[in-house]
Nanobody
Framework: QVQLAESGGGLVQAGGSLRLSCAASGRTFSRYAMGWFRQAPGKEREFVVGISRSGGSTYYADSVKGRFTISRDNAKNTVYLQMNSLKPEDTAVYTC??????????????????WGQGTQVTVSS
């Protein structure tokens, strides 16, 4: 079992940047593919980006390609989401997720077994 805790959310102006972190408990972090999802008010949860167990493979939603970068540090049990050129439509609660069934971080919520509580990101225009 793994517990996830996100941090780094906040309020930023359009065009600005934020870096989210997701810290995982336990000693087997490298067994888990990781993903970031987001949910805006009144909208369904959507996939943002995933990363493989080793960090060598990533998968981005088209809406964030070229602006967001996911990375992980298995020695620190942490996955990061660097968000640049933020837009008001990026406003949402961002949640990290972990799954050990698949090697890569795929865009399907059912591939993930553990979820954090989420962190709010608000982008003002």
């Amino acid at each position: 079992q793994v517990q996830l805790a996100e941090s780094g959310g906040g309020l930023v102006q359009a065009g600005g940047s934020l870096r989210l972190s997701c810290a995982a408990s336990g000693r087997t972090f490298s067994r888990y593919a990781m993903g970031w999802f987001r949910q805006a008010p009144g909208k369904e949860r959507e996939f943002v980006v995933g990363i493989s167990r080793s960090g060598g493979s990533t998968y981005y939603a088209d809406s964030v390609k070229g602006r967001f970068t996911i990375s992980r540090d298995n020695a620190k049990n942490t996955v990061y989401l660097q968000m640049n050129s933020l837009k008001p439509e990026d406003t949402a609660v961002y949640t990290c997720a972990a799954g050990d069934t698949y090697y890569t971080g795929k865009p399907y919520p059912e591939h993930y077994d553990y979820w954090g509580q989420g962190t709010q990101v608000t982008v003002s225009s």
